[in-house]
């Protein structure tokens, strides 16, 4: 699947993110810490002590159990199905509109054809990697690889 969307790094909420390397990403502690610190922060603001003290045992909880959490989380996200899915950005991005050849299209779709045009034999991981480069030199948008299972990202790319 090919989402050339804003927001779309997560999409079809898969649970395995490839980096550019190739390399499964992990949980990010220091997002989810900066969330919790808000929570305690806006429970403070209101005079809810309760709610200061709830949301840092929660957050020292799931620190502690991040491990086991996840691995549930990856459990109940995963399917039978073979889901390969390209995004066009982080979840945090927006994604580019473009105009080629005087036709509108989203800048992933673009840089998708172009990698793929450049270069049709290339592994998981060359085609996040040309996809990148074709959009750094005009665009900020980071694409994302994401699947329903464990992949060999040196694997050759198929359609």
């Not at 779309?8 to 390397?21: E, F, R």
């Not at 429970?43 to 502690?64: C, E, H, I, Q």
């Not at 673009?110 to 793929?116: E, G, P, Q, R, S």
Request: net charge neutral; with cysteine.
């Amino acid at each position: 699947a090919i989402f050339d969307s804003c927001h779309s790094g997560t999409a079809l909420d898969l649970p395995y993110i490839y980096s550019t390397q190739g390399i499964l990403k992990e949980p990010n502690l220091a997002k989810e810490a900066g969330q919790g610190l808000l929570s305690v922060i806006s429970s403070y603001s209101r005079g809810d002590m309760g709610g200061v003290a709830s949301n840092v045992m929660g957050f020292l909880k799931k620190a502690t159990t991040g491990d086991e959490a996840y691995n549930r989380t990856v459990a109940t996200k995963t399917s039978p199905a073979d889901v390969v899915m390209w995004s066009g950005s982080k979840d945090d991005q927006t994604s580019a509109d473009a105009s080629i050849a005087s036709q509108a299209t989203g800048a992933m779709s673009w840089a998708f054809i172009t990698a793929m045009k450049k270069n049709p034999q290339q592994s998981y991981v060359q085609l996040l990697n040309s996809i990148r480069d074709e959009l750094q030199t005009k665009y900020t948008q980071k694409p994302q690889l994401s699947c329903s299972h464990p992949l060999n990202t040196n694997l050759l790319f198929v359609m």
